[in-house]
């Protein structure tokens, strides 16, 4: 982000993790402006359900920008039920082009239990290497912490509250409150 349109504003982390059928995307819920915490309980895992299909979505990054994405990616899902992947690559052309979506300052988790991607204000819709995917300033905290729990016994949720412990432990810019959703297929 550029300071001089947002300055002091850190992030986040959001892990989504995919192992035994289920993928689990969780949150921390502090907001910082600068060096204080705002708010230590936001929300920033979702469940959206466009035409009775179910997409859990995390965020990092502006609210407002994301909520708006989110908000586009939904339509995108009505116009195409069931198809993640042709509603986030359609949403990532949009993000790209339109004068308006591509100054948003966001990234975006996504999932419907099959498939788990990033999307990204650089048109970019990544499909993580490893079942796992993570954004945020203690993005890669937590998916080095998750790399390193998916050969054990842990599930995918126990993996992520792991991740997400660490990236905490880490990233002043995180939080141990989690919001957790779980999709399978």
Known sequence: MADDKFPG???????????????????DGQVSLGQTVIKGTARKVRRLSP??????????????????????????????????????????????????????????IVTDGRDLFVL??????????????AIGSGGNYALAAARGLMETDLDAEAIARKAMAIAADICVYTNGNLTVETISR
């Not at 504003?9 to 949150?27: D, F, P, Q, S």
């Not at 909520?67 to 690559?89: D, H, M, N, Y």
């Not at 048109?123 to 995917?133: F, K, M, N, R, S």
């Open 51 to 108: 035409s009775g299909h179910d997409v859990v979505a995390g965020f990092a990054g502006s609210t407002a920008d994301a909520f708006t994405l989110l908000e586009r990616l939904e339509k995108k899902l009505e116009a195409a039920p069931g198809q993640l992947s042709r509603a986030c690559v359609e949403l990532a052309k949009d993000w790209r082009m339109d004068k308006y979506l591509r100054n948003l300052e966001a990234m975006l």
């Open 120 to 133: 990204t204000g650089a048109g970019d819709v990544l499909e993580p290497e490893h079942d796992i995917a």
């Open 9 to 27: 504003w850190h992030g986040t982390t959001i892990i989504g993790v995919r192992k035994g059928g289920r993928v689990v995307v969780a949150g």
